[in-house]
């Protein structure tokens, strides 16, 4: 079992940025570890995902903007944000799964995942 735990939402104007954190616990070594967002009225997005093969994989929406981290030694993940956009505003979930979570369906439960942090972009 995996357990998240994200940190770091808040409020930016448009052009800042924002580093999310996200604490792992659990056996996690297997798995894909990345970022899931979610707008009101909007579908699931996969936006970055650490892959356990070690490559990374992002959003086309945030490409060249977001940089997704992982330091294993103190079982973190981050995902620095920069250059928000108002349409990025959305609630961060940090998440685990066997596969590249930018490549989910939006529509299937992802392995784990935390209770999300909100972002707003104004």
């Known amino acids: 079992h995996v357990q998240l735990v994200e940190s770091g939402g808040g409020s930016v104007q448009a052009g800042g940025s924002l580093t999310l954190s996200c604490t792992v616990s659990g056996y996690a070594d297997n798995y894909s570890l990345g970022w899931l967002r979610q707008a009101p009225g909007k579908e699931r997005e996969g936006v970055a995902s650490?892959?356990?093969?070690?490559?990374?994989s992002y959003a086309d929406s945030v490409k060249g903007r977001f940089t997704i981290s992982r330091d294993n030694g103190k079982r973190t993940l981050y995902l620095q944000m920069s250059s928000l956009k108002p349409e990025d505003t959305a609630t961060y979930y940090c998440?685990?799964?066997?596969?590249?979570?930018?490549?989910?369906?939006?529509?299937?439960?992802?392995?784990?995942r935390g209770q999300g942090t909100q972002v707003t972009v104004s």
């Open positions: 650490a892959n356990s093969d070690g490559s990374a």
């Open positions: 998440a685990a799964d066997a596969l590249d979570l930018t490549s989910l369906n939006p529509l299937y439960p992802v392995g784990f």
